[in-house]
């Protein structure tokens, strides 16, 4: 008999349209897709493609190799966040959901190879930090002065970059550096206040001479001082048989007249002497200033 091929999805084969009805050899045909087949053949590598068997086969083969031989019921997840693990190869388990707060974390000592275990470091909890750095730029530290000095030591600070504010504290033994330059005095000294506040120079000054207080070169003193903040300069003159001074006093390119203790300004320096001069400025108002002076002789 004659035989016709039948479907896309699931193909196979069907009696010729023309042949006398044989039913039992129709639905061989339409089943193993050969009137031929052995239908006692237990070999699935000999059956025909396509057909109805074939295609059932290769279904069971797939779903076999899902399962592997296992399976886990829906039942087996009892909560909201159970997670489907393994205890061994090609053997599956459930890992039930750990409690708020915990991280999963593998462990070999359990039976999913895994665990729900709370974290080393949280917000929270007290963790001692070994070689690890901590960026303050974008975060901000909070506490009382009791809990920084139970946290802080001595050693922790070396050193204070930048203007700080200290209130109420006590500097014992404080050092401030000097500049000292081995010049005479003539001319325009640029007194920066950001190298040192005390300038010593030490060969015998040659000329009466002007004094620029300013902050460094690109910054003036007016920048760096708010209103109502003071500083506190010292200038040490050398001076040989012949004496010399500041005659002129400025502050940030601007000259200044300033009050001089007793009422009255210098006139000359001292021979044979170092003449320190010591100005207290006094920011009032923008690039306002009162300045504060005195000369003292040492020989």
Request: charged fraction near 10%; glycine fraction near 8%.
């Amino acid at each position: 008999m004659a035989a016709e091929d039948i479907g896309s999805l699931v193909p196979t084969k069907i009696p010729g349209l023309s042949d006398q009805a044989d039913i039992q050899a129709a639905l061989r045909l339409y089943h193993y897709g050969s009137y031929t087949f052995d239908t006692a053949e237990t070999d699935a590598a000999e059956l025909v493609n396509p057909s109805i068997a074939y295609t059932l086969n290769d279904l069971q083969d797939q779903i076999d190799a899902v399962s592997g031989g296992t399976s886990i019921a829906v039942s087996s997840f009892n909560a909201k966040g159970d997670l489907l693990s393994a205890s061994a190869n090609d053997t599956l388990s459930v890992l039930s959901v750990g409690s708020n707060g915990k991280v999963l974390t593998a462990n070999s000592a359990t039976t999913t190879g895994l665990e729900w275990a709370t974290p080393a470091v949280t917000l929270t909890n007290s963790v001692t930090l070994s070689g690890k750095g901590i960026a303050l730029g974008s975060n901000t530290v909070t506490g009382t002065i009791s809990e920084f000095n139970t946290a802080l030591t001595d050693a922790d600070f070396a050193t204070l970059a930048g203007s700080e504010v200290l209130t109420n504290k006590e500097l014992k033994s404080p050092t401030e550096t000097m500049n000292i330059v081995a010049s005479a005095a003539t001319g325009t000294i640029n007194f920066n206040t950001e190298t040192s506040t005390v300038w010593y120079y030490t060969s015998n000054a040659s000329a009466n001479h002007t004094l620029n207080f300013r902050h460094s070169t690109s910054a003036t003193l007016d920048s760096v001082l708010s209103i109502g903040e003071s500083i506190t300069v010292v200038w040490m003159n050398t001076n040989g048989t012949t004496a010399y001074y500041p005659n002129v006093i400025q502050i940030d390119g601007t000259t200044i007249t300033p009050k001089w203790s007793g009422g009255t300004a210098p006139s000359s320096g001292n021979t044979s002497s170092i003449d320190v001069y010591a100005f207290n400025i006094i920011k009032t108002a923008s690039a306002t200033f009162v300045v504060l002076g005195s000369q003292s002789k040492f020989a």
